[in-house]
């Protein structure tokens, strides 16, 4: 309130250059209505001062979002129009009733909905992508395999390129590698999401049945496949958008006008309309999935990747920006094919209850850009508490997903770039992508300290696949390597790193410490601490009553460096060591359940030796 002003005496007082302020409201007088005749100018003018101008970051969470017209004017549908009005919660009797329900999908099939697999859960998937922009810098682009050319002329012959994907079969088993997800590879224009045929693989890198070998050899090897479905968008090539476009003039003669958004006007393509096209790219119509035709189209589409093919999943492109219901109903068919398949929605903005919702008949997963992005960035600005603010909205709102993390993909720049200036740090930030809740995607080559820079585009993130036993890898290529397979062997054999919950217990700029707990399939607790900082440090840990530990439960070191903890103290207090530069993970020592410890007593009567007390204790309720 401007009436309260003089309440900012004490502030000013203390400001260089403000010791003339005076308590005495007599004396604030002038200096007061200086104050508010200058915030009258400012808001008078920052409407026409603004203009032509970058506001700042504060004023740009209220500022109106920039509008995306059709290329080319032409009088078209405006892409700031509401797309879809559905696109927002579905009414709670709206969604797909309770496991255990039987229930009529929409090809009239009866079938049971299928809670989020395990495999999926509780796994580490490995991202791919097989397309690529050849870039202006020696190096760039041509995608996983590399040379691969920038258009798709539709005449030459399907390469063998995706079997090359064999050379990496140990790579991705040393990694514990359980899907490998394929970006874009249907049958496209360009870069793989201006979709032409989405029966066909892009004949620049292979054809079906080299894909369906590949697809047989990975699940020999335990490994699932995941596939990138663009379904808000086509090229435009794509069959029903072309039959638009050859009509011309008579366009709306076409029995496909109605899968996009058509309207009178023109584009920049010299079409006789205009269209809606995502984010105003042109070469991408977007598909009106409301439209029947359209919804039974992508519907058989994604039955028969899963069924025809054999692959275990979908990644959905921009899910966000298609309604709930329309998920809903392709989840309902893809399980008609499937029922142990995986639908993962690229979702960025917004509340991710929206669209996901595994017991609501939803999409199972999403990628977590929310929390993904502060585990490097909290690394990157040494700021911890990024994180742990990331932790807390993450459990708040979606505590009953399992999200999708990642420290890169091909939209965004690479871990290595983004933490190039300290030599550890992209080593922390897979062992925190390892240890958090949710689960990690690593993306092709991040594992060996790959570099791309989003500036220089999208080529600097799609490149070449390097050869992991090579001599001339990054610096600290093979280290960084190694402890990643380390961390992704101990997520897969401890179930409080895949199925546990989180909470934070310590927290300042450089140190995290975090437990890990569960009850099933076996009950464990872990403790999580990390260091992004240059010294050693000693923190400790108070209130463990909290989380049932009482004195004397003994905690052991199962991953990383550091001093022994020893055990919970008489006031419910551990001190925990954490060297530099390192993350550690500790275990508590549980009760042993009763089978191991009749098994132990078995072995001491076959002559074994004594078993001597290695200070196991049960852990106790809650203290309150």
């Known amino acids: ?14 400001w260089p250059g403000c010791c003339f302020f005076s308590w005495s409201p007599m004396a604030f007088r002038a200096p007061m209505v200086l104050l508010v005749a200058l915030c009258c100018v400012v808001l008078i003018t920052l409407p026409i001062s603004t203009q032509g101008h970058t506001l700042p970051s504060q004023l740009l969470r209220t500022a109106q979002p920039p509008r995306l017209n059709l290329r080319g004017g032409g009088g078209g549908q405006s892409n700031t129009k509401p797309k879809y009005e559905s696109n927002t919660h579905l009414p709670k009797d709206e969604y797909t009733p309770p496991y255990g329900t039987l229930l009529r999908s929409v090809s009239g099939a009866l079938f049971c909905p299928t809670p989020v697999p395990p495999w999926f859960e509780e796994g580490t998937i490995y991202q791919i992508y097989p397309l690529g922009t050849p870039g202006e810098i020696p190096g760039q682009g041509g995608g996983f395999f590399g040379d691969i050319p920038a258009v798709n002329d539709g005449k030459c012959k399907p390469t063998k390129s995706i079997l090359d994907v064999r ?4 790579h991705f088993q040393q990694l514990g590698i359980t899907a490998i997800y394929f970006s874009p590879i249907f049958e496209s224009e360009t870069h793989g999401y201006d979709t032409v045929d989405y029966y066909m693989i892009d004949r620049r890198v292979g054809s079906l049945p080299d894909f369906k070998i590949i697809v047989k050899e990975l699940h020999e090897l335990g490994i699932k496949v995941i596939l990138d479905g663009v379904f808000n968008h086509t090229g435009r090539k794509f069959f029903a958008f072309k039959d638009i476009c050859d009509r011309g003039a008579n366009w709306q003669k076409s029995e496909f006008k109605d899968w996009f958004f058509i309207s009178e006007g023109n584009s920049t393509f010299g079409d006789a309309f205009a269209y809606r096209s995502w984010e105003g790219h042109e070469e991408l119509p977007e598909l009106n999935v409301e439209n029947d035709a359209v919804r039974n189209y992508l519907f058989e589409v994604g039955k028969f990747w899963l069924a025809e093919v054999g692959v275990d999943g979908w990644r959905l492109d921009v899910a966000h920006e298609l309604p709930p219901n329309f998920w809903r109903d392709f989840r309902s068919a893809c399980t008609e094919a499937n029922p142990e398949h995986i639908l993962l929605g690229e979702v960025i903005h917004g509340d991710y209850n929206t669209w996901i919702g595994p017991s609501k008949g939803l999409l199972h997963s999403g990628t977590n850009y929310q929390l993904s992005k502060a585990l490097w960035s909290s690394l990157k600005e040494k700021n911890f508490y990024e994180l742990d603010h990331s932790f807390a909205r993450d459990e708040e709102l979606y505590r009953e997903m399992s999200l999708v993390n990642f420290l890169s993909n091909h939209d965004v720049a690479r871990v290595a770039t983004q933490l190039q200036d300290e030599y550890h740090y992209p080593f922390l930030a897979h062992f925190l992508l390892f240890t958090v809740r949710g689960v990690p995607c690593v993306y092709y080559g991040d594992e060996l300290k790959v570099p791309g820079v989003k500036e220089e585009g999208d080529a600097a993130l799609r490149c070449k696949m390097l050869d992991p036993a090579a001599l001339d890898l990054p610096n600290g290529a093979h280290e960084l390597f190694d402890k990643v397979c380390e961390l992704s062997a101990l997520r897969a054999s401890n179930p409080a790193l895949t199925w546990g919950n989180l909470k934070v217990l310590y927290v300042k700029n450089q140190e995290l410490v975090f437990v890990r707990s569960c009850d099933i399939p076996k009950r ?17 840990l108070e209130r463990l009553g909290n989380l049932g530990l009482h004195p004397g439960v003994h905690i052991k070191n199962i991953w990383g460096d550091g001093a022994d903890c020893g055990s919970v103290n008489d006031e419910y207090k551990l001190r925990v060591h954490i060297p530099p530069n390192s993350g550690r993970i500790m275990e508590v020592k549980m009760q042993m359940d009763e089978e191991e410890a009749e098994g ?20 106790e309720d809650p203290v309150e």
């Open 524 to 540: 464990q607790m872990l403790i999580i601490a990390v260091n992004s900082g240059t010294e050693h440090q000693h923190v400790e």
């Open 600 to 619: 132990e007593g078995e072995g001491e009567g076959e002559g074994e030796g004594e078993v001597e007390d290695d200070g196991e204790f049960e852990v």
């Open 1 to 14: 309130s401007l009436c309260n002003l003089h309440l900012l005496g004490p502030c000013l007082r203390s």
């Open 167 to 170: 050379k990496y079969y140990k």
